[in-house]
């Protein structure tokens, strides 16, 4: 099987909307070999180009053609592509929450690598680099309640802010979040320790 036809097979059981970067091929060709195929299919129509050495298989949709895939699927390739860790922000995870109804302007996301701005169409993702405490649980539903709850503050936080945050942590989350605890402000230990004792009935 030719390398172009093993990329189309690959990619088409990753299944329309996935992003992906050359990196994910490498174990079927060379890095040269990758780009020149992925950039063949660009041409011919099968992928998009998101921004530099990111692709997506586009959903299609039959009345407003072809959909764009999430910020977030594009944030978590490009550190994936980099071997960088990936954080929301505190503003994000509040809106994850449902505790914020606020959707954030910019789309901030902490990393372990270096700070910076990647566009993406009309749009721009910010990559700001974090010490290791705010990386705590980095990719993980753990890591986005430290971040809502040092986003919220001391002052605004109340039982139906942590309950909100609780009733949307499973047992495992509860786990990761008593592991992660040391590296979340003082203040906020005794909330974090409410929603990893939380009992959902």
């Known amino acids: 099987m030719s390398i172009t036809k093993q990329l189309i097979s690959h990619i088409k059981k ?8 050359p990196k994910d091929f490498l174990n079927i060709a060379s890095r040269d070999l990758v780009d ?6 660009v041409t011919q129509g099968m992928i ?15 009345a407003i053609g072809t959909i764009s895939p999430p910020l977030d699927d594009i944030a978590k390739t490009i550190a994936k592509k980099l071997d960088q860790k990936l ?10 929450f449902g505790i914020s109804t606020q959707v954030p302007a910019k789309r901030v996301y902490y ?26 649980g980095a990719g993980e539903k753990a890591g986005a309640v ?6 919220l503050g001391k002052q ?7 309950n909100m945050i609780a009733k949307q942590v499973d047992a495992k989350d509860q786990k990761s979040l008593r592991q992660i605890a040391s590296f979340a402000p003082d203040w906020s230990r005794p909330f974090l320790n409410k929603i ?6």
């Open 48 to 62: 998009i180009r998101v921004t530099r050495g990111v692709y997506c298989y586009p959903q299609k949709h039959p």
């Open 87 to 96: 954080q929301i922000s505190g503003a994000e995870a509040a809106h994850l």
């Open 196 to 201: 990893s004792s939380y009992e959902h009935k």
């Open 146 to 151: 430290l971040q809502a709850i040092r986003y």
């Open 36 to 41: 020149k195929t992925l950039s063949r299919l």
């Open 111 to 136: 990393t372990d690598g270096l700070s910076r701005q990647i566009k993406v169409g009309n749009q721009v993702l910010q990559f700001k680099h974090a010490c290791p405490k705010k990386m705590a």
């Open 156 to 162: 605004t936080i109340n039982d139906d802010t942590i």
């Open 14 to 21: 990753l299944g329309r909307g996935a992003v992906f970067s």
